[in-house]
């Protein structure tokens, strides 16, 4: 008689891919994109595109050169790792400062490590802060939003909003929610963002407990710090709708390499990044904490998945 061999529990199968999970993820990033195309045009496609190809070439090369491995580049990954990393750049960057933040965001921040589903960060904004402390200037030139710009290298500059706050100016909700302002391609329109948000949340891409653990501890500690000193810190509302808080909120924070597998491992995260980034927006030298505080996080995932271990077959 046939022996049967039996692998070892949980056996669950949902017909879910990699490929299917990041093509859900680069679908709800379309509105953003749209928004961001409309307000920088020709700045954005440019950029987009290049860190695109350039991490999708040197996840290539990479494999077929240097680790010896079948081309993983079907599973859309690096597509992701390109479009996100665009989202954290001005539209203006100059080309080769782009490919050489998708070489350190594919080459260091994720095959290094052996690929995905092994990189202790989030690649993307490995990417973003090598470029940041490597390029200050031309990383924090940021493009003036208009309509469609034909402009690319030589586009209008400005503050970007958490800028202009620290220097004192007022900016009106409505321009903040639909991206009338400046800076990355994931500062403008927040309404997009958060559309992107409740596709990933409708298709259970993402679960809701780190993105709404974040925007609520921002919420909650700006509300105490402006209540405190209103010149100190900006409302509650303007700090959620600036910056790179919703792209890190719903698109970044969310990878599931990179963030706790458990609800409680989650909450932690969130509420921590969302603390974070409220401190060095308010008290440190960079306006923007949002890629440092998950970074940070990031490395804290083995920590909390180790204090909050998964049970399979617990709800």
């Known amino acids: 008689m046939e022996k049967m061999i039996i692998s070892p ?9 990699v490929q299917k999970r990041m093509r859900n993820v680069l679908i709800a990033l379309v509105p953003a994109y749209l928004a961001a195309l409309n307000y920088f045009g020709l700045g954005a496609l440019a950029v987009s595109l290049i860190s695109v190809a350039s991490c999708v070439t040197f996840e290539y090369l990479i494999n077929r050169f240097l680790l010896k491995r079948p081309c993983t580049i079907t599973d859309l990954s690096a ?19 782009v490919i050489i933040g998708a070489l350190v965001a594919i080459g260091i921040g994720k095959m290094a490590y052996g690929g995905l589903g092994t990189n202790p960060f989030n690649p993307a904004l490995v990417g973003r802060v090598f470029l940041l402390i490597s390029f200050p200037a031309e990383m924090t030139t940021w493009p003036i939003a208009e309509k469609f710009s034909a402009h690319y290298m030589d586009a209008l500059t400005g503050a970007t909003p958490l800028a202009g706050i620290r220097a004192g100016e007022v900016y009106n909700y409505m321009d903040l929610l639909i991206g009338r302002i400046g800076g990355s391609m994931g500062e403008v329109s927040a309404i997009a963002l958060l559309a992107g948000g409740v596709f990933l949340i409708a298709t259970k891409t993402i679960r809701y407990i780190i993105p709404v653990s974040i925007l609520g501890t921002v919420a909650v500690f700006t509300a105490i710090l402006h209540a405190v000193d209103p010149t100190l810190c900006a409302d509650p509302l303007t700090h959620l709708l600036t910056g790179g808080l919703l792209l890190g909120a719903i698109f970044m924070a969310t990878d599931y390499v990179t963030s706790p597998m458990t609800p409680l491992g989650q909450l932690i995260y969130g509420v921590a990044i969302g603390l974070i980034t409220v401190l060095i927006r308010v008290f ?16 804290v995932t083995p920590l909390l998945n180790r204090l909050t271990p998964a049970r399979y077959g617990a709800k």
Not at 79 to 97: E, K, M, Q, R, Y
């Open 284 to 299: 440190g030298i960079y306006p923007e904490g949002m890629s440092f505080a998950i970074l940070i996080m990031n490395a």
């Open 9 to 17: 529990s949980p056996h669950i199968f949902s017909g879910d891919t």
């Open 79 to 97: 597509v992701l790792t390109g479009l996100l990393l665009a989202f954290n750049l001005p539209s203006n960057l100059p080309w080769w400062i």
